[in-house]
């Protein structure tokens, strides 16, 4: 430095030196207090016997968040966005999860539980508890389960649209894409892959192979020969075949839902789930976004994000839809329409040979469906008899209650039930005629399955009623 500005003179080179130091000593000081800084490096770990690559970043000493990807191939730099908005007031700990981008790859049985016990050897060892835990995706719903299982490691949750939590016959779309399509060896062009295969694959695959799914993933054999030992697709089918069921009720951490309100992906009605079962919950859905909202709509995820960091909401959950008092319709009927919605509180609501009905944030008593499909969402149904009646219709109920002396009576329907509370004081579902019901973390009441939850699909019979 000296020699390039040619100072020669003992005082000014005594000045400049003295100078040097106060600002050497000052920019220590502060650098602790602004700056944030990165490590990164490959660190071992015991669950899958691989090395895993972990990054610390942020401001150390703020309070930590945990980062969990999903099953793209970004892995951890997918949080790239999301370490800018963080870094100046949080110690951010990310990494790849083993199976993606810089950690060891396997035919290991990558799955939710694995997962939940890779997060803990490495949140005990780098990270200080409690602290903010943040998934998306598959990484959401590992998250889910990390909280469910380890409550007091976690002070805030947030699940960016969570794929895999319904049961897997709900959410067969969500195979395809992540390349489960193994049993056609990808033979289907790529616009039916998701409309027909992907629709078809999970109903049929326990006739086609006749085994346990759940008992033979651990068995790296099957891995090999069926899913072609890919890490990739391996966690994709260990994630739809893990039971959700039990877990959301087990969250006590303030949980923030956000999701894209275009997902392709995984349905938004997953969140509408979540928010119905996780005791302490609140639901943000941005408009115009998909499956990754923080890097869609960047601005808008964050102010949410960090605002739930810095004040969780506590009882953010309402124990019922918000729905008017008074009855505002005493009768109202569909017939040979369609894209209808209904609203509100309504006495006696009749649809009949309709399509893409949705009765949403609504009271109603007495409900009757016949020849339609109608998605019901937040909604009570209540009545002192039979509260829906349904008759050769496509019925999806999601998130609400339908309570009654039977709740519901279906006549060669079919109903998927997901996150909804169905309480019958003589039976929940009765069906004169042979009918079906898929439940995704269903919760039935009645003589015939007191204080049931119901995960999976269930054929009712005249002789046997739920």
Known sequence: MFSLLKINNPKVIGYYHSRQ???????????????????????????????????????????????????????????????????????????????????????????????????????????????????????????????????????????????????????????????????????????????????KIMSSLDQRLPVNLETMMPLPIFRAQFLGGN?????????????????????????????????????????????????????????????????????????????????PKVNATLSSPRLPNRVQHTAQSCENEQNKVY?????????????????QDARITQLSIIDSTVEIRNSHLKSDRIALISQSSHITLTAGTVEGDIAIKVYQSQLDVAGTLIIGKTAAITAPVESTALFSLGRIDSPHQPGHIMHGQTLITPHKPL
């Open 21 to 199: 130091s106060r600002l050497i000593v000052l920019l220590l000081i502060l650098t602790p207090l602004c700056g944030q800084k990165t490590l990164a490096e490959t660190v071992p770990e015991p669950v899958f016997g691989g090395q895993v690559y972990i990054e610390q970043a942020g401001t150390p000493g703020k309070p930590a968040v945990v980062l969990i990807h999903g099953l793209g191939d970004e892995a951890a730099t997918s949080w790239n966005t999301t370490t800018t908005y963080l870094e100046k007031d949080y110690a951010l700990f990310k990494f790849d999860l083993p199976g993606f981008r810089r950690s060891s790859k396997a035919n290991e049985l990558y799955s939710p539980e694995n997962y939940t016990k890779l997060i803990r050897f490495l949140t005990q060892k780098y990270v200080e508890s409690p602290f903010h835990l943040v998934g998306h995706s598959m990484g959401g719903a590992i998250a889910l389960d990390y909280a469910a299982t380890h409550p007091n490691d976690v002070k805030t949750l947030t699940l960016a649209n969570p794929a895999g939590i319904l049961h897997r016959l709900a959410y067969s779309q969500f195979l395809v894409p992540l390349g489960i399509d193994f049993m056609t060896n990808g033979s289907l062009p790529a616009k039916d892959r998701l409309s027909q295969f992907a629709g």
């Open 231 to 311: 890490p990739k697709t391996i966690s994709a089918m260990a994630l739809v075949l893990h039971d959700f069921s039990q877990i959301p009720e087990q969250v006590t951490a303030p949980t923030l839902i956000v999701w894209g309100e275009h997902d392709s992906i995984a349905p938004v009605r997953t969140g509408h789930v979540l928010n119905a079962l996780i005791p302490n919950s609140q639901l943000e859905i941005i408009s115009g976004a998909g499956h990754v909202p923080f890097v869609e709509a960047p601005r808008k995820f964050h102010q949410f994000l960090l605002n739930h960091l810095a004040h």
């Open 343 to 359: 609203t509100g509180t309504i006495e006696q609501l009749s649809i009949r040979h309709c399509s893409k009905i949705l009765i």
